[in-house]
């Protein structure tokens, strides 16, 4: 049997890698090498996979859990992880369950996907430009920028669109709707969020671990903990990246969060007062710099309209609650995740109602596949959505061997 893989990322590189042991597999690529966009993944050291079981896997994943569940049975992170092990790639876990190559580097990762895909025939620089299937001869024709091609599968694993850049720009859904698939609108996930208030820019650059962002998004609640990092628009960092992907189609988003997430206001207030009495002849912005970074504090004297060489013998009791008040419940207009383009992935994609779950197949169109990001299934950071792509590559493969 001849089959296209359109698409030589995470998914496309295993699935052909497998296909390849019992059929002809041509891989199509429009840029000059593979796995462009895993080059860049965890920062350019690829975090592969986690080191989780399947239910801690489906508990990180915000869309497509219910379709997962058969393709992360037949392909779980431990499988995963030992695959790379079996091939030749020594891998380390880090904070979080996140599984790294032991080199750290990405491209570790993906000389083991190109060395298992040795018997495929990959075509570089080789864009697709329509899938088309021709009832005449049962045959798929694959119409690229070089030439055109008969095959008798097609698997699109042509990523979101997200990091363009490396050749994400959603073509998959265009071949998908050919076939008469519903494409989810798409979203960015894993993005910063971007925030109206002025002060915002003051703040680049800076961390703070063991906040609680907070958000109410169309009326539902959602606190996250974590380390959270300040840009020149809002808020980046793990847990406002985690928070971007809850919220990507919400309507009405409030945020704010919590300095101090471990004292509660009782607890916060007697602090005060005991910093108020050692601090007392010492101006308000000597007495936040004891809670904050010095650039939060003005921000935070800013908002309780207090100038920063008032002295805190002068803090009266009423600002004190005030103080406490913002400093659990720091408040942030909304405006924005940032564009798709600043996202670590794609939220939305081909509608996962019109796929075969066991299989990948399309339900609509049979001998077409599709795997990956392209589907409408993603998760929170930590090597789950690298789980996603080998999955669902590996459901793919496993019922056309």
Request: proline content about 2%; aromatic content about 8%; some cysteine.
């Amino acid at each position: 049997m001849k089959i296209a893989i359109i698409g030589g990322g995470a998914s496309g590189l295993l699935a052909g890698g497998f296909l390849s042991e019992q059929h002809e597999v041509i891989i199509f690529d429009k840029n000059e090498k593979c796995g462009k966009k895993l080059y860049i993944t965890g920062k350019g050291r690829c975090n592969l996979t986690n080191d989780c079981d399947i239910d801690n896997y489906l508990l990180h994943t915000i869309r497509g859990k219910k379709f997962m569940m058969s393709a992360i049975h037949c392909f779980s992170p431990k499988q995963i992880r030992d695959f790379f092990e079996e091939n030749g790639l020594q891998t380390k876990v880090e904070r979080g369950g996140r599984v790294f190559p032991k080199s750290d580097k990405s491209s570790d990762v993906i000389k083991v996907l190109q060395k298992f895909c040795k018997r495929c025939q990959i075509n570089l620089n080789e864009a697709v430009l329509d899938v088309q299937f021709d009832k005449n001869l049962s045959k798929f024709k694959v119409i690229t920028t070089k030439s055109s091609y008969l095959f008798d599968r097609v698997v699109i694993a042509t990523g979101g669109k997200s990091y363009s850049a490396t050749g994400s720009t959603g073509d998959g859904y265009k071949f998908a709707e050919r076939f008469g698939h519903k494409i989810v609108p798409i979203k960015p996930a894993l993005a910063p969020i971007e925030v109206e208030d002025k002060f915002i820019k003051d703040l680049q650059g800076i961390t703070l671990k063991n906040v609680t962002l907070k958000c109410v998004a169309d009326g539902k609640k959602m606190d996250l903990f974590g380390e959270l990092l300040f840009t020149d628009r809002g808020m980046s960092g793990p847990i406002a990246l985690s928070m971007s992907s809850y919220i990507n189609r919400a309507k009405k988003i409030e945020l704010a969060i919590d300095f101090k997430p471990a004292l509660d206001e009782h607890k916060l207030n007697e602090r005060c007062l005991r910093d108020i009495e050692a601090n007392k002849n010492k101006t308000m912005a000597t007495f936040v710099g004891l809670f904050f970074p010095r650039a939060v504090g003005k921000a935070v004297l800013q908002c309780l309209k207090i100038d920063s060489a008032k002295k805190v013998n002068s803090f009266t009791s009423q600002e004190r609650q005030r103080f406490v008040e913002i400093t659990k419940n720091f408040k942030l207009k909304y405006k924005n995740l940032y564009p798709i383009e600043s996202a670590i992935i794609t939220s939305g994609g081909v509608d996962t109602n019109e796929i075969n779950p066991k299989t990948m197949e399309s339900k609509l169109q049979r001998g077409l596949y599709l795997i990956g990001e392209v589907l409408d299934v993603d998760c929170l950071t930590g090597g789950y959505n690298l789980t996603t792509a080998f999955s669902t590559a590996y459901a793919c493969a496993k019922n056309l061997m």
